[in-house]
């Protein structure tokens, strides 16, 4: 097992106690290390009791046995990365709708690589929104908010400045980031595909726009306001409902009481960039 296979496990066995599933998978992590000879025998059966009821806390089981925890090591970047990314793809699997199987199709090969860290880049608006983002994320898949935390700081996070300044509105260009987990310069290469994070902090208007290619969203907090024509009404939307864009469908967010994060991902034709519409109502979003 190598190195990074390791801290993987590490990684999955201190999932969050609650989330449907979570106690099968924690003993899964601990059979796998315990076959390497990193947990002992007596440590591998508190897992397995815990495993029995999802709430149950694996740490609790071993003090009621006078066991001493297990100490993982530190994980590195590329293992923060790949558990953040088979945490998304956990997450993706357990939805359905538009967009969902052709967005796994595409990560499922990124899964079976290694990823290439690069330098993590920090960025004022997640340095201001995340924590609360997170906070809130961790109410909808604690699971996954948690690998976004541990991997927050080996991301390269961007705020977009390739739509006209006056085109988008003078809130959205300094009220936003994203990063890449596979995409042209990501930990995962990819030619034609986009899959990361989307940070927006909260009442914000992103405002009417359309690209060529098209785009899932899976918000992790909420609720949200969506639209899809100019001018058109919003609704709202509770997190974890996944929004499909096919191409060139119009679309505007209106974030709202809490930052708004949310997975992304584009399917193809990713170096076309994406252009605003015009909408006479953005003065009363703004």
Known sequence: MTDMATSVLWLALSEPAGPPGSGRRRYGAAMALHASGALSTAQLEAYREAATADAVEPFRVMADRGLTPPVPPAPDAAARLAHLLAETDRCLAALSGPGIAETRTLLAAALLQKPDPRPGRANLVVETHMETALEAAKTIDPTLAAAIAAATGDLTWITYDAYPPAQIGPHFTRSHAFCSLIGAT?????????????????????????????????????????????????????????????????????????????????TRDVDQPAHVLPASDWSLYE
């Open 186 to 266: 990501a930990p995962w290469r990819a030619s034609d595909f986009d899959l990361g994070l989307f940070l927006v902090a909260p009442g914000i208007l992103y405002r009417d726009h359309a690209h060529p290619a098209p785009e899932l969203y899976l918000p992790l907090t909420g609720p949200h306001r969506w639209r899809f024509a100019p001018d058109g009404p919003f609704r709202t939307l509770p997190a974890l409902q996944p929004v499909w864009n096919p191409a060139l469908k119009p679309h505007a967010t209106l974030t709202g009481a809490l930052p708004f994060l949310s997975l992304f991902a584009w």
